[in-house]
């Protein structure tokens, strides 16, 4: 089981980026999907979860500038962040979960500043 993510990176305050993580292995047909972030010297947190069904969930820090979203035929998960801020500095973790299987991606490292 692999998740790759990718699309981190600088952006000033307001900016945008869209992250990627592409799944592969036993659980790449993953049933649901999750997106959490690590800032330093602070907890891992979950952000955004995108179930089976289609439904997602977002933390309330991100609601309304955070989309996750999901390409099945490429057995990937995206998040989409407009508006972004300096707090939303961390490295973003993506998760996979198909029955009693969850596996996590390695992180991409997300800097909000000018």
């Known amino acids: 089981v692999q998740l790759q993510a990718s699309g981190g990176g600088l952006v000033q305050p307001g900016g945008s980026l869209r992250l990627s993580c592409t799944v592969s292995?036993?659980?790449?047909?993953?049933?649901?999907g999750s997106w959490y972030r690590q800032a330093p010297g602070k907890e891992r947190e979950w952000v955004a979860r995108?179930?089976?069904?289609?439904?997602?969930d977002y933390a309330e820090s991100v609601k309304g500038r955070f989309t996750i979203s999901r390409d099945r035929a490429k057995n990937t998960m995206y998040l989409q962040m407009n508006s972004l801020k300096p707090e939303d500095t961390a490295v973003y973790y993506c998760?996979?979960?198909?029955?009693?299987?969850?596996?996590w991606g390695q992180g991409t490292q997300v800097t909000v500043s000018s």
């Open positions: 998760k996979a979960v198909r029955g009693v299987v969850t596996s």
């Open positions: 995108i179930y089976g069904g289609g439904t997602t």
């Open positions: 292995g036993s659980i790449r047909n993953f049933n649901d």
